[in-house]
């Protein structure tokens, strides 16, 4: 570590204070991770408005099939005309309202803005291993996200095949308008993406194994570095997965290969592709796409360790137990893809095997929510809205969790496979969790990144419509989905036997039409607090953590002297003497930089 | 349930002012403008976390209250048996956890909301209780998945040799389906997309002898207590087979033959005729008279009165109309199925009849 420490400083000579930033290499071209992750925050933001106003065009088409909204000819042009909403634009708000949720929201959103924010304040390094490359990873991100949106524009409408685009649907323009020039789209945007999300967590992991400060052993990190370090390194496992898989289709659609294909009959034509199959692609997307519920999901729970030990003034509890249940997900993760499969066509026996790892993720699942409810217990727990949105993630965490014992047996698997059970479960269990976490992380690091406070009483108003929504939602939807209704259908009045879910439908969409509509209000606190917020001081919430030790200026460097050294782990709060009284006179809380004092032991955590 | 809506979105909304006023109040007297949460926060949120808990209670059982007829009638198919037994099982242990961890995390908000003079226990780690928390639920999902596996290799393992199954071909395509009965040899007759000519739209192999009796349908028609097995065949893309009242379902792959088996145990009939679908059948027809005096009124078409029938549908995103791509199950005795199965004209038949033209 010592050595860590001499190029640090050294660094400190070079860099610091000697050279002019103009406004472009300040604000754009920017290569200090405080700007970059305010760079993801911002583009992340304005995607999820993009990703969450057209999942309320379809939730209203759900609702309301026969209504005629002038909206949709607005925003949708010749696909909503006359206020009627076309087939194919519904698959194409669905497909790419995930694929923006998913990858461009809660990958680069959360992780992105966090991972950079954190990384290099809570291990105490003056910046990422590599400025220049974290710059890069975040300008092919905002490509990727400039594609994406403009495929929103092609002719023939965008991707429709679902955000899993399973070819040969995905494949064959014939078979749907928007396997054309969207699908191309999509696909460049994502290959683009994927690169982004690689030098990222490349960059994240050589930071959190080489820069950390003086004292800052592994087992001292806080939990947040933990997720942001596991999360790295699944990304780097299975997104390159992800790319083989994207590059194999692009071959299948633009040169005529058969990986994908065989045996197709389309529009009056026998296609000449032999031997390929659509399984093949299964497997590789989910290679990526199980861990990715991970890579989503980790950092929020990172968040949430933090959040929950700072304002319930308490360690957080099993620390070393936090630490395996991350890495043991992590491990688990990469074998459980098989569970989207079950009824794809595969060996039944592969099923058996991925029931069997798939449960067994529930273990440390449980394991760190009783770990969360644990550190609540005798706690003194202060509600700022950072904390109300981590408790909130434990409980959707849970509710969603369960529902995924049902889906993670292949047996009860095969009906509610594709229905609104999977809808409801995963958007609980990955998007309002992982969502929380982004909320209680802006909430918290607020007054880190802009210096300015969020005012508290929005942030209440925000988490309680949210947190009520949330359940409106997707609660009701578990019941519609064990009447057997499939997702993806444009419309249900084509069966009969669904015509009794119509009331539910409405008040879901109503629920999510709220929730909604909430989101301005913190919309609304975020933009205004960034210019008219109070004032923040160095350590609002008093936490022990490296971030809070900085000036509330932002420097390039991020500490003014020398780098601060580590003598403990970032949880003594409330710690106390034999006789009672706090190990620091008069404040419950003991920073990371602070020596153990006379008398102090330290724990074996 | 209008009327349920309107309260719920007034009283949403009514939170919602009285929030924001007293935003109002609490930023006008500045005394304490830190941002940072307060004893007279702690307080009020420590308190709704308590409410909300009661509000998730409520929630889950106006849910069970009001939905419990969303849920499937008994399985027409005999796996399905035991299918609903484990779903049950599952279903009961997931409440039992969630009941008591939400209680847990809420209740505890509440009681340990924080006050100035309150101080935090710092208890970092147990050994004991985090070895119990562990070995609890290794138990619970070990039980679980034995079972599972059990149950998912008898519905997994498909013998033709067994019994006397029928077989059955499901072909799919953008955007219907067609069963082909494999005829008095019970052998399916080679087929490729390859083939697909004029009226051999599934693409049979002509020169197989084994598919001249085999007999091309758009109705499912299955006897009672006979197990059938579906090979399923796709014509273009990926679809998929589900079968909800038999609690089946399988993917449609082209390029590749995939099976599922079941054997159904009770009629179209009998389904129809069970308390369940009897009381479903005419909250349905409710529902759909009085859309149709509304579409009457505006001067289109009444809706049709429903009546029950099985029902195969596509569950896998197939292109824009998906969402209406769906075939017909009726399950008879099988003297009925017999007198159907002799009306369809064989593949043979259908060959000579055009050559003849």
Not at chain 1, 45 to 56: E, N
Not at chain 1, 137 to 153: D, E
Not at chain 2, 40 to 64: E, P, S
Request: charge should be negative; charged fraction near 15%.
């Amino acid at each position: 570590m010592s050595a860590t420490q001499g190029d640090n400083h050294d660094h400190d000579h070079d860099d610091h204070g000697h050279h002019k930033e103009t406004f472009i290499t300040k604000y754009i071209f920017s290569q200090d991770h405080k700007m970059i992750s305010k760079q993801y925050l911002i583009t992340g933001i304005i995607m999820g408005i993009i990703g969450i106003a057209m999942s309320l065009l379809f939730r209203m088409q759900l609702a309301w099939p026969d209504h005629q909204f002038t909206i949709y000819e607005v925003l949708l042009g010749k696909f909503g005309e006359d206020g009627i909403m076309d087939p194919s634009i519904y698959l194409a708000l669905v497909t790419i309202h995930g694929t923006i949720m998913v990858f461009f929201v809660l990958t680069a959103g959360l992780s992105g803005t966090f991972s950079n924010l954190l990384i290099p304040l809570q291990i105490g390094a003056r910046d990422m291993a590599s400025g220049f490359l974290n710059m890069v990873s975040y300008w092919l991100f905002f490509l990727s996200s400039i594609i994406m949106v403009l495929s929103l524009f092609a002719e023939a409408g965008p991707a429709s095949a679902g955000w899993t685009i399973y070819p040969p649907l995905s494949a064959l323009p014939q078979a749907i308008g928007g396997s054309g020039t969207g699908m191309t789209l999509w696909l460049v945007s994502m290959a683009i993406f994927i690169a982004s999300s690689l030098l990222g967590s490349l960059n994240y992991v050589v930071t959190v194994i080489n820069l950390r400060t003086k004292g800052m052993s592994m087992t001292r990190l806080p939990l947040t570095i933990w997720a942001f370090f596991v999360t790295a390194i699944i990304g780097i496992v299975s997104f390159p997965v992800l790319l083989s898989a994207a590059l194999l289709l692009i071959m299948d659609r633009s040169f005529g290969t058969s990986f994908y294909l065989s045996d197709i009959y389309i529009q009056g034509e026998v296609l000449h592709n032999q031997g390929g199959s659509p399984v093949l692609f299964e497997h590789l997307f989910w290679f990526l796409g199980h861990p990715e519920v991970y890579i989503v999901l980790l950092p929020a729970l990172g968040i949430t360790s933090e959040i929950i030990a700072t304002n319930a003034r308490k360690p957080i509890f099993g620390y070393r137990a936090m630490v395996a249940s991350i890495l043991a997900i992590a491990f688990l993760s990469t074998i459980v893809w098989g569970h989207h499969m079950f009824i794809s066509g595969m060996n039944p026996f592969l099923g058996s095997v991925f029931t069997f790892t798939t449960l067994l993720i529930a273990i440390p699942s449980a394991v760190k929510s009783f770990n969360y409810i644990t550190t609540l217990w005798k706690g003194n727990l202060q509600f700022n809205p950072a904390m109300l949105f981590s408790i909130g993630l434990v409980s959707t965490f849970i509710t969603g969790g369960l529902t995924g014992i049902i889906l993670g047996d292949s047996t009860l698997d095969i009906n509610v496979h594709d229905t609104y059970f999977v809808v409801a479960h995963f958007h609980l269990v990955m998007g309002i969790s992982a969502l929380y976490g982004l909320f209680a992380g802006v909430y918290h690091w607020f007054p880190k990144m802009y210096g300015k406070m969020m005012n508290k009483n929005l942030g209440y108003v925000h988490f309680w419509v949210t947190a009520i929504g949330a359940y409106g939602v997707f609660f009701p939807m578990h019941f519609v989905g064990m009447a057997g209704l499939p997702r993806r259908y444009y419309t249900n009045s084509n069966f009969p036997y669904f015509d009794d879910l119509t009331d539910t439908n409405v008040l879901i969409t109503v629920f999510a039409l709220i929730t909604a509509a909430a989101q301005l209000v913190f919309l609304y606190n975020f933009i205004s607090s960034i210019f008219y917020g109070k004032k923040a001081v160095q350590n609002p919430w008093q936490s022990n953590t490296l971030e809070w030790t900085t000036p509330v200026e932002h420097i390039h460097g991020n500490w003014p002297g020398e780098i601060p050294s580590v003598f403990r782990w970032p949880y003594d709060y409330s710690k106390t003497n034999e006789n009672g009284e706090y190990v620091i006179a008069g404040q419950d809380y003991a920073p990371q930089t602070i020596p153990l004092q006379d008398g102090e032991e330290e724990m074996h955590h | 349930m209008t009327v349920f809506l309107t309260i719920v979105v007034i009283a949403l909304f009514g939170i919602t002012l009285w929030q924001m006023s007293k935003i109002l109040k609490l930023s006008q007297n500045s005394a304490n403008n830190s941002q940072i949460a307060n004893d007279k926060d702690n307080n009020l949120q420590g308190k709704l976390m308590l409410a909300f808990v009661i509000f998730l209670y409520l929630l889950t059982i106006y849910c069970f209250v009001q939905y419990h007829t969303f849920f499937l009638p008994e399985s027409a198919s005999e796996h399905g048996i035991d299918y609903d037994q484990l779903m049950l099982i599952s279903m009961v242990l997931i409440f039992v956890v969630q009941f008591i961890t939400q209680g847990l995390l809420h209740f505890f908000a509440y009681k340990y909301r924080g006050k100035k003079e309150n101080k935090a226990l710092f208890f970092a780690d147990n050994d004991k209780l985090e070895f119990i928390w562990t070995i609890i639920p290794v138990i619970v999902l070990a039980g679980l998945i034995i079972y599972g596996l059990f149950t998912w290799t008898d519905i997994m393992d498909i013998d033709e040799e067994e019994g006397d199954p029928l077989i059955i071909e499901l072909y799919a395509y953008q955007f219907d389906w067609r069963a082909r009965y494999s005829g008095e040899d019970n052998v399916l007759g080679k087929a490729n997309v390859r083939f697909i000519e004029g009226i051999n739209t599934l693409g049979l192999d002509v020169s197989d002898n084994y598919g001249k009796d085999d007999k091309i349908t758009n109705e499912l028609h299955l006897p009672v207590n006979r197990k059938v097995i579906f090979k399923m065949r796709s014509q273009d893309i990926l679809h998929s087979a589900y079968m909800p009242f038999f609690r089946a379902q399988m993917n449609v792959v082209p390029g590749m033959i995939t099976e599922f088996a079941y054997t159904p145990i009770l009629t179209s009939e009998e389904m129809r005729n069970s308390e369940f679908m009897v009381e479903k059948v005419a909250t349905i027809n409710k529902i759909r008279k009085e859309k149709s005096k509304k579409l009457v009124a505006a001067g289109e078409e009444a809706l049709e009165e429903y009546t029950f029938d099985y029902y195969l549908l596509c569950n896998k995103i197939c292109g824009v109309s998906h969402y209406n791509m769906q075939m017909k199950i009726v399950v008879e005795s099988e003297e009925d199925y017999e007198a159907w199965l002799k009306g369809q004209t064989t593949f043979g038949e259908q060959l000579s009849a055009q050559a003849s033209n």
